[in-house]
């Protein structure tokens, strides 16, 4: 089952619910995944599936910043209800104590010496995890264990 036939099923079952958020946020999905399709010309594949979703956690990322950032709590926590929502359908995400033992192998393997290196360590890790790991989480880590 693709992921887009998922949402729609899931839609139904949000609006069967009555559970605004979850329909709402699918909603915005699949309006993207269509725009991409008739706009753009695109064929939906799992990749391109993916980053809509990665791309949508992101954005809900920076909100969630300039709304805490604002001391508007009521739309930071519909953000984040809506980002939950949204990782339900991305690979899990890896924790902080998996990225780290990632990141001091590739260090080793690689053989990186200095803090300007990290650029080595990025696209490698983001490549083979993208969507299970975390960018900023990468760099802090990195940051920390080269001088």
């Not at 946020?25 to 799992?46: A, D, H, N, V, Y």
């Not at 956690?57 to 709304?67: H, L, P, T, W």
């Not at 508007?72 to 984040?80: A, G, I, N, T, Y």
């Amino acid at each position: 089952m693709s992921l887009k036939t998922q949402l729609e099923a899931d839609l139904k079952q949000a609006m069967l619910q009555k559970n605004e958020t979850v329909r709402d946020t699918l909603r915005l999905l699949l309006s993207e995944f269509k725009r991409l399709e008739i706009q753009e010309g695109q064929t939906l594949t799992p990749q391109i599936e993916q980053d809509v979703l990665l791309k949508a956690v992101k954005q809900r990322q920076q909100s969630i910043a300039e709304f805490d950032k604002a001391a508007r709590m009521d739309l930071s926590q519909k953000e984040r209800e809506e980002m939950d929502v949204i990782q339900r359908y991305l690979p899990k995400q890896l924790s902080e104590e998996e990225t780290r033992r990632l990141v001091m192998e590739l260090i080793t393997e690689l053989q990186v010496a200095s803090k300007k290196d990290i650029g080595m360590l990025m696209k490698p890790l983001m490549a083979k995890y993208k969507g299970q790991i975390d960018g900023k989480l990468v760099q802090k880590i990195a940051g920390e264990l080269l001088p």
